[in-house]
């Protein structure tokens, strides 16, 4: 067996055993919660399926913007912007705050925050030289 083979073989078994050990962390979902815990994942999932509330989601994650900004960073108009933010404060994932004539809204679901940083990472992070 090659050395090359070898490395692989460890690092394989590096990994399962990583998976393994955060799996065990985690408690045993009962079938009926399953399919409980499916269905918000799916109607989270379905509320971030958008190219725009993707768009307004990661301007989000920087800090709290108002309409007018993100309608600028978005070079939308703003009736598509605050429907697609009316979508996002209906799932509860990001919140809004008034002062004076202005909207501002942020992030206000932590598994958001957390799923945007990830797809950030995966899509549009550039790789370190």
Known sequence: ??????LADTETVERDTSVTDDDDTRSEVQPVD????????????????????LMILCHLSSGEKSVTELEQLLHSRQAA????????????????????????????DPKAARLIGVVYEMFCAQPKP
């Open 1 to 6: 067996m090659s050395l090359d083979h070898e």
């Open 34 to 53: 399953m399919v409980e815990q499916a269905q918000a994942a799916s109607c989270f999932l379905k509320a971030l399926a958008h190219e725009g509330r």
């Open 81 to 108: 912007v605050s429907q697609q933010l009316a979508r996002l404060r209906l799932e509860g994932i990001v919140s809004c705050r008034r002062d004076g004539k202005t909207i501002y809204y942020a992030l206000h």
